[in-house]
């Protein structure tokens, strides 16, 4: 599948905007985005961590589990120009 080409600022938008549209990642962000060398699906950028200024670590896990959903979602449509 091609993916779209998106700058970083473009891509940080996008997974901010779709992390904050569900409940359970609503004030989440990512502070880990980097590039990446593309891996076995083709995808050139990953996000390593996220951040809210709640430290619970049963929010953080239920968010970290459905927020990869969201951004793998996003990586199989983008990737970094």
């Not at 970083?8 to 962000?29: F, H, R, S, Y």
């Not at 961590?49 to 983008?78: P, W």
């Amino acid at each position: 599948m091609s993916r779209e080409l998106k700058t970083e600022q473009e891509l940080l938008e996008l997974v901010v905007k779709a992390l904050d549209a569900n409940p359970a990642t609503a004030g989440w962000i990512p502070t880990g985005f980097h590039e990446t060398v593309e891996d076995e699906e083709g995808c050139n950028w990953d996000i390593n961590h996220l951040h809210r200024d709640r430290k619970d670590a049963d929010v953080r896990d239920a968010a970290n589990s459905v927020a990869a959903r969201i951004i793998n979602e996003l990586r199989s449509r983008y990737n970094l120009c």
